[in-house]
């Protein structure tokens, strides 16, 4: 299928819960296309070249590098961006456990780290400290020293209990 | 006063020493940050560069005529086209002996290293940009590459710049007392060489400028600068296009703005005469013989003192900078020059390609240090040669010149060095241009503890005690340091030393030492002190950069509006020093209100005061705080006394809690801060302007001093891989009263991670030919979360006799971290290290597990 330059491609999917669709240049990033056509800049760009993690989205669940994943690949796929994370302004115990622990500094490599954390506890409810810093090791950051955002996972945990472990 | 007490969270009634959550919080982890990628403003033309791929060559021709007719390409300018319409970077700060080339945002004639910027495409969109440049094509002619501080020192190098002597840009000396004299009678002289190798700054989020062009022409500039007003005058000054005596004639007409210039000359002159006249003007003198900027010093002076429209420039939230975004960059002056050009509103994003090639480079430096000791240890006498490699452009406003002056004062550290001699070279090579990174003069430290060590190798000394013996003590204050700087109580550096020493003493090394080698690793034990002016005595930068001072000013506005509600204008530009919320704790403490009553505001140069440095060395705290504190102060006292005339009280008996501004003993007949706004904007009787307005301008004389710590690194280096693993860091730090705990805690540990990564795992690698090899994340190694440790760290917190005696905290641990990493290695080894960067293959290499290549 030989697409003319110029040419653009419709798309759909939910994003944070919302059916969106979108059409635009085929060979933009899923990064791009959610910062820029749907207006979602949570998510962010640090490296473009899938190593930083900053980029990281959920796609059917599963942590993704929105900058390696072309927009289009994105059809029926349901994701999740930093942005849906708090309900009504409330923040999820992912962000209210790094905000007790005051994990970040900058912050600018957030929301890669919250996506991964989320996806983190899904599958593994209660890792060890070893394990979280295995399983973050995606995500670079060049403010904290990971200390204070390994804490944040571990509050995460705690919120997550209290809340009844829903 | 010398209180020093192990620093317990205080839970009293100020917020100022409490772990406050941050304020940032609320939006940056909701993903509703305002970084500049975000702005996107209505119709923004997307701007690439077209960098040159080598390293060292003649431009000869550029063709963009095929670019141009790219659909979606609105402009496409080459370097001559865009250098045409503004003027070079001049040097602001010049050393005697040293030529500083004056330079523009773009290249026409020769690209001087890999990644300089040859052309420039505006289009719909980054993709689009990207695209033309590859139709643009350019005849490059190859020069001989000087991509080495060696190469660039032989003369028959090709030259980077024709009217530079050579590729030397700098050679300079500097003696303190008679060192010849010391060194003959001391009993032993040791000498060494170390090098360091080029790390670059990488905050996770690159540089990024946005230019809105209004209706009226004004320019609205969105950046990631640590110091917007920093861009809002160098973007003014070269921007300035009529001839000089055209703009002086125009100002000459402006009858009040000619009055009030006068008048603000006059003050500027009276407050600083003194400064002024104590300026070395031989870096002046020796630059104008070379290449005299004053035409154009003239010409911009000129169109400033004409101009009716300044740029404003906004610095909304930021990712990071560790200084490479304290600098006014050539992209982003190119990107303003082609947005006016093309008459059009236009953004640069840069990505980390570009980054890694320009975003800003430091620590490539050599030392070769001596060191004159007696048999029992004394220090004599300290010598440095010191060699920087320079890169190809210089960083505008603050580069080498500053960092060698600071290397020059910190050398001889918190230690009794009665002489001491310092002579300085700078290279120009085919790289990237050198800028601060977190404590740029931090190496300084490192050669220095390297020396310290391997004189207490050679004598047989502990070096835990030769370092006691030597370092400055409580009961020798004030005194001064060899290189000038007063030092005073706040230079408490022995008091961690000898903490770090308890705590090392402590420690069961047999065991620990045994263990290591029962799993085939060897223990190393480091340790390194150093002292930072943060915000240091009245002298430090007299001693640096002599009636420089003024440039370390900082001015704040403290606004209660007419409904009572305070705003705090800072100049600061945060960038992940969580302002917002340790000055609000300042703040809301001198109001004697909650923190959510109090609003701080920065990022915007239309609101904000002027500030040089902006965030950047260390002086977030100190005088970004203090400024904070004290026009808050100010403020207060205001409402205190018009509050006294509505309450029929005297001022002394009016006290604020939460709000409350009652007589001292009758909270019930209380008033609020909204009652006393609205009867002071009745008494002024004009409709608009706040009730009460403070501005204040602050430098920290006399009040904080230094800042200080000792570093301890435990490290295990396993001899079959080389691989270092780090199972105890230590830091005993004291830089005074803390406003935030855990803020603090973050700033050391980042600073420790930087250094981790410096030593063992990021270099920034050109080869011989100057061509750089580690251009993406998969070869400059940022490390993750398993290559930083867990971080204990001990407040120490000496008390200054000064009122505002916060003390900087920010760089700290960049600084101590590499001369107790390479010495922990060293004392691991049992070889001393005299490179920095000590990746696998080196340590294996010292160990003569492998040999050298």
Redesign the interface.
């Known amino acids: 299928m030989k697409i003319e330059v110029g040419s653009e491609i419709e798309v759909s999917f939910t994003l944070n819960g919302e059916a969106r669709s979108a059409s635009f240049d085929p060979r933009r990033s899923l990064a791009d296309v959610l910062r820029e056509d749907c207006g979602q800049t949570g998510t962010h760009l640090g490296c473009e070249h899938g190593v930083c993690g900053a980029c990281t989205v959920l796609v059917d669940g599963a942590p993704s590098r929105s900058c390696l994943m072309l927009g289009a690949m994105a059809d029926g796929k349901d994701i999740t961006t930093v942005e849906g994370l708090a309900t009504d302004g409330v923040f999820n115990h992912v962000q209210q456990g790094m905000w007790d622990a005051m994990s970040f500094q900058c912050a600018f490599c957030s929301p890669g780290f919250l996506m991964s954390t989320m996806a983190l506890l899904e599958e593994n409810p209660n890792p060890s400290e070893e394990e979280i810093r295995e399983e973050l090791s995606g995500n670079l950051c060049r403010c904290t020293g990971y200390q204070s955002i390994v804490d944040g996972v571990m509050a995460s945990i705690e919120n997550l209990k209290q809340q009844g472990g829903e | 006063m010398t209180a020093t007490e192990e620093h317990v969270q205080t839970s009293g009634l100020g917020f100022v020493g409490q772990?406050v959550?941050?304020v940032?919080?609320e939006w940056?982890?909701?993903?509703?940050?305002d970084?500049v990628?975000?702005r996107?403003p209505e119709g923004v033309a997307h701007a690439a560069f077209l960098r040159s791929p080598f390293p060292h060559a003649t431009i000869d021709s550029i063709d963009t005529s095929a670019a141009k007719k790219l659909?979606?390409v609105i402009a496409v300018y080459t370097g001559a086209e865009v250098n045409a319409n503004t003027n070079p970077f001049i040097p602001l700060i010049m050393l005697p002996d040293m030529y500083t080339p004056l330079f523009m945002p773009m290249t026409e004639d020769k690209a001087r290293f890999v990644g300089d910027p040859v052309a420039i495409v505006l289009a719909e969109?980054r993709?689009i940009a990207e695209d033309a440049l590859e139709l643009i094509e350019v005849d490059y002619t190859d020069l001989e590459p000087v991509a080495t501080m060696s190469q660039a020192r032989n003369p028959n190098s090709p030259q980077l710049w024709d009217k530079a002597d050579g590729n030397v840009l700098h050679d300079g000396s500097k003696v303190y007392g008679d060192v010849d004299a010391a060194f003959a009678k001391a009993d032993h002289v040791f000498t060494e060489t170390f090098s360091c190798h080029r790390v670059t700054n990488?905050?996770?989020?690159?540089r990024g400028t946005v230019v809105e062009i209004g209706q009226d022409g004004h320019l609205t500039i969105t950046s990631t600068s640590q110091a917007p007003h920093a861009v809002k005058w160098a973007v003014a000054a070269m921007t300035v296009t009529e001839k000089a005596g055209r703009n002086f004639r125009k100002f000459w007409r402006m009858k009040e703005r000619r009055a009030n210039f006068k008048a603000a000359r006059k003050a500027f002159l009276k407050e600083h005469m003194p400064a002024i006249r104590s300026q070395d003007r031989s870096g002046q003198k020796h630059q104008n013989k070379r290449e005299n900027p004053t035409k154009h010093q003239l010409k911009m002076a000129m169109g400033l003192l004409a101009s009716e429209d300044f740029p404003t420039v906004r610095a909304g939230?930021?990712?990071?900078g560790?200084g490479s975004k304290g600098s006014v960059h050539r992209e982003e002056m190119a990107l303003i020059v082609a947005s006016k050009m093309a008459n059009r509103s236009a953004q640069w994003i840069e990505?980390?390609v570009e980054n890694l090639l320009d975003g800003g480079q430091a620590r490539e430096e050599e030392f070769t240090m001596s060191i004159a000791i007696d048999d029992d240890g004394t220090f004599r006498g300290l010598k440095c040669h010191f060699d920087l490699d320079y890169g190809a452009y210089p960083s505008f406003p603050i580069g080498g010149a500053l960092t060698q002056g600071m290397i020059r004062v910190y050398m001889p550290g918190p230690y009794r060095f009665p002489v001491f001699e310092f002579t300085s070279r700078m290279m120009a090579t085919n790289k990237g241009k050198q800028l601060p990174y977190r404590g740029p003069w931090a190496n300084e430290t490192w050669a220095r503890e390297r020396i310290i060590d391997i004189a207490a190798e050679k004598l047989g000394m502990d070096p835990l005690e030769l370092r006691q013996k030597n370092m400055y003590a409580a009961e020798d204050f004030p005194t001064k340091m060899v290189t000038g700087p007063t030092l005073d109580v706040t230079m408490s550096c022995k008091g961690t030393l000898d903490r770090a020493v308890e705590e090392v003493r402590g420690l069961d090394l047999d065991a620990m030492r045994a263990d290591a080698e029962s799993r085939g690793k060897k223990l190393g034990v480091g340790l390194a002190s150093y002292h930072e002016a943060a915000p240091g005595p009245p002298d430090f930068l007299d001693s640096v950069t002599p009636g420089n001072g003024m440039l370390a000013n900082e001015e704040a506005r403290a606004v209660i509006e007419r409904d009572g509600s305070i705003k705090m204008y800072t100049s600061q530009s945060p960038?992940?020093?969580?302002h917002a919320t340790t000055y609000a704790q300042v703040v809301a403490d001198e109001f004697g209100v909650a923190m959510d009553d109090v609003e701080i505001v920065w990022g915007n140069t239309d609101t904000s005061r002027f500030s040089f440095i902006g965030t950047g060395g260390s002086r977030g705290g100190p005088i970004g705080g203090g400024v904070m504190k004290y026009s808050a102060r100010e403020a207060r006292e205001q409402v205190n006394e018009l509050a006294a005339e509505m309450l029929e009280a005297s001022v002394e008996d009016v006290t604020i809690e939460n709000g409350n501004i009652h007589v001292a003993g009758v909270p019930a007949r209380g008033i609020s801060y909204a009652d006393v706004a609205a009867e002071a904007a009745k008494r002024k009787g004009s409709a608009d302007g706040p009730a009460f307005e403070v501005v204040r301008d602050y430098r920290g004389h006399g009040d904080g001093g230094w800042s200080v710590a000792t570093h301890v690194a435990v490290v295990e280096v396993d001899m079959d891989t080389g691989q270092v693993d780090i199972p105890k860091y230590l830091v005993v730090e004291d830089c005074g009263p803390i406003i935030n705990p855990?803020?603090v805690?973050?700033?050391v540990?980042?600073g420790?991670?930087?250094g981790i990564g410096m030593v063992l795992y990021e270099n920034l690698v050109y080869s011989d030919e100057g061509n750089p090899q580690a251009t993406?994340?998969?070869d400059y190694l940022?490390p993750?979360?398993?290559e930083?440790p867990?971080?204990d760290i001990i407040h120490l917190e000496t008390h200054s006799p000064g009122e505002n005696d916060f003390r900087g905290v920010g760089e700290g641990g960049m600084i101590g971290a590499p001369a107790a990493l390479t010495s922990a290695v060293s004392d691991a080894l049992g070889v001393q290290a005299t490179d920095m960067y000590l990746p696998p293959t080196k340590i294996l290499e010292m160990a003569g597990v492998i040999d050298p290549d």
């Open positions: 772990s959550k941050r940032e919080d940056l982890l909701a993903g509703q940050g970084f990628a975000d996107l659909p979606g969109s993709y990488q905050p996770m989020e690159a939230d930021i990712g990071g560790f990505d980390r960038h992940g020093q969580s855990k803020i805690d973050g700033q540990r980042g420790v991670a930087q993406t994340y998969m940022i993750t979360a398993m930083i867990e971080i």
